[in-house]
């Protein structure tokens, strides 16, 4: 199946928003694709294969010789990327920020396509005059070739000799096909579909448990301001939200992450959007359902915010000090009230009766699925123990280290998701 042959199903019932999805190349889903274009008149595909690798989830860096750019303009792949494209080997702007040694080691696959000729004999003899070329040489990563060019060419003994030189690296060749080409020949040569080279790409890959599933995640704590250097926070850590982040996004998700403050490093191949208090986690969380499967909610958002912030510092001037606190907003409240609303699941960090609470909040916030633990046990840890909640039952999972427990956590959600969706599918 091919990506533009995805069959995307609005389902409803109630309140319940199911978008299945059918993708035939969802194992492309979070990883690194570097494209290389070389010259040749088949560049011109290779803006159609950048938008196809997109569509199927993938990042993708472009990477494009002199010659390439003589067929199709850098700026065209950027727009389709949404990244710079890299086009030469001694770049200060480049080596500043992504150097060609870390954009060599940054990718799961290289991908070039269209392989001219003339790129084929350089890469067989070991060249590395250009910043395509060097890359190869300096990447671990899968290497793959479309080649493209005259069917005289492409019989040419000599290219056979480099193919088979290439072949023995153990560099990956796609295609060439057969058909009419551009000079009005007809034979070998012709650069295979961008969709046989994204399928082809795809295939290399082991499809993950969540893969071409669309994740959102809340994480850490909230903090409400009293003035400007005063706030009221919790002791959040936000390390259970960001192993489940990084847990998903390994397990082929695509995951946004929403984060209020914390110490942490956003997970690698994980979206990550910075908030400070509860109003502005409630907003971006609202700006991100409509568009996911899955809206998990591990932040532990202050329930309330002072009701007015001082312009400036407060004094200390008198024995004690009244604050006026409203009411926050229940962001996994109002998700799960979404009349479009994802698979909607929830955390409870409790100091009394974990599991009676939390069967109390799974119903009163309609969750589909929700772990209770105690705060004492998982705020600033590195390990946790958890009770899995949800309408017909219950199970533990941990102890264990947060990582372990969050790949547990999110085979029990992917169970509980296809579960949700299968009625809805079959009518």
């Not at 086009?87 to 500043?96: C, F, P, Q, S, W």
Request: aromatic letters at 4%; hydrophobic letters at 45%; a neutral charge.
């Amino acid at each position: 199946m091919t990506v533009d042959a995805v069959e995307t199903r609005l389902l409803s019932c109630g309140s319940h928003r199911i978008r299945v999805e059918i993708i035939g190349m969802n194992s492309l889903a979070s990883k690194r694709i570097l494209l290389g274009i070389t010259g040749g008149i088949a560049a011109y595909k290779s803006a159609e294969l950048a938008r196809l690798l997109g569509k199927a989830g993938a990042d993708v860096r472009v990477v494009m010789t002199p010659a390439a750019m003589q067929f199709i303009t850098p700026l065209t792949l950027q727009a389709l990327t949404g990244h710079r494209v890299h086009t030469e080997l001694l770049d200060v702007d480049a080596e500043a920020g992504m150097g060609h040694i870390e954009l060599a080691r940054w990718p799961d696959l290289v991908l070039i396509a269209p392989a001219s000729a003339d790129f084929l004999a350089r890469v067989a003899a070991g060249q590395a005059d250009d910043l395509l070329s060097t890359l190869l040489l300096a990447t671990r990563a899968p290497i793959a070739l479309a080649p493209a060019m005259n069917q005289a060419m492409w019989l040419n003994a000599a290219t056979h000799d480099n193919l088979q030189t290439l072949a023995a690296r153990r560099m990956l060749i796609f295609g060439p096909a057969e058909g009419q080409q551009a000079c009005g020949d007809h034979g070998p040569g012709r650069m295979l579909e961008p969709q046989q080279l994204a399928e082809q790409a795809a295939a290399l890959f082991q499809t993950g448990l969540l893969a071409g599933l669309r994740l959102v995640i809340t994480a850490g704590p909230t903090r409400e301001s009293i003035d400007p250097v005063r706030y009221i926070s919790n002791h959040s850590s936000g390390k259970m939200g960001y192993a489940l982040a990084a847990e998903a996004a390994a397990a082929g998700a695509l995951v946004t992450l929403i984060s209020g403050p914390v110490a942490l490093p956003a997970p690698e191949r994980v979206r990550r959007i910075d908030v400070i208090n509860a109003q502005q986690m409630l907003a971006a969380s609202l700006a991100e359902a409509d568009e996911c499967d899955i809206f998990i909610g591990v932040a532990a958002v202050a329930d309330y915010r002072p009701a007015s912030v001082a312009e400036q510092k407060i004094k200390k001037n008198a024995e004690t000090l009244r604050l006026e606190l409203v009411r926050n907003p229940d962001i996994i409240s109002s998700i799960a009230s979404l009349e479009r609303r994802p698979f909607t699941v929830g955390f409870a960090a409790e100091t009394e009766d974990v599991d009676t609470n939390g069967a109390d909040k799974l119903q009163r916030k309609k969750l589909d699925l929700l772990f209770a633990n105690h705060a004492s046990s998982t705020f600033g840890s590195d390990a946790v123990q958890a009770t899995a909640l949800w309408s017909e039952g219950r199970t533990t999972l941990g102890p264990g280290n947060k990582a372990l427990v969050a790949r547990h956590m999110l085979a029990l959600i992917h169970a509980h998701y296809l579960r949700h969706i299968q009625p809805l599918v079959k009518s």
